[in-house]
């Protein structure tokens, strides 16, 4: 996946890497909007869901990034609501989206992605190896301004599966993860003090396994 601001008119915020000060400002990538007719059987989505922590480099395409963000907590019916509940709507959960393009916020009222960083920042969302070479991880971020933390589980726990039954459905890996610095995700996704990181995913293509070795002959 490639993610380009370039003529692109909404308004956007102000791309800073973690050390410096902003760079310029962005305007927000407008997502394609969710693939709805595609067929996608829900039992088998369930018998298809797992766990993967070997990934292949290769890109995720907008349509489906922008597929899976809605499926995690997208607009889904006229008056607002999302894909995942929240309690008393209050939707305290950010999603923030991390390539090696850089971090992006996902608006979910607009569809879009607004960047609050560049560069790779990948590596800093988890300490496992496969996070730096998966082409994205999700961060779920609470603002405890408007919910506890603890208030905000179920929805984060929602948003994490609605993703893992679209990975099934497009033959990508998943996996949610807890074991993560919390203090470098914080600088790399600039979050302010009341915000949480309280978990991540990462998404990717499964890494295809290496061709058997032909036997030698004699």
Request: a positive charge; aromatic letters at 6%; proline letters at 8%.
């Amino acid at each position: 996946m490639v993610v380009s601001a370039s003529g692109c008119g909404a308004t956007g915020k102000r791309a800073v890497k973690p050390d410096q000060p902003a760079v310029q400002t962005l305007p927000a990538i407008k997502l394609p909007a969710p693939r709805l007719d595609r067929p996608a059987p829900l039992m088998q989505a369930l018998k298809d869901r797992r766990s993967e922590r070997d990934y292949s480099d290769k890109k995720l395409s907008m349509e489906q990034l922008g597929d899976i963000l809605w499926a995690a907590n997208g607009v889904n019916r006229s008056d607002g609501r999302r894909t995942s509940p929240s309690a008393m709507n209050k939707q305290g959960v950010d999603i923030y989206a991390v390539t090696a393009d850089g971090a992006f916020l996902y608006d979910a009222a607009k569809h879009a992605l607004v960047q609050i960083a560049t560069g790779d920042l990948r590596k800093e969302m988890g300490n496992q190896d496969f996070v730096a070479v998966a082409p994205m991880n999700l961060a779920y971020v609470v603002d405890t301004d408007v919910i506890g933390v603890d208030g905000a589980a179920t929805a984060v726990g929602c948003m994490v599966q609605n993703v893992g039954l679209y990975c099934a459905t497009e033959g990508l890996g998943n996996v949610v993860r807890g074991w993560f610095d919390p203090a470098k995700v914080s600088k790399a996704l600039l979050l302010k003090p009341n915000q949480t990181a309280v978990l991540c995913q990462t998404v990717g293509y499964p890494k295809e396994p290496a061709a058997p070795v032909p036997p030698s002959k004699p």
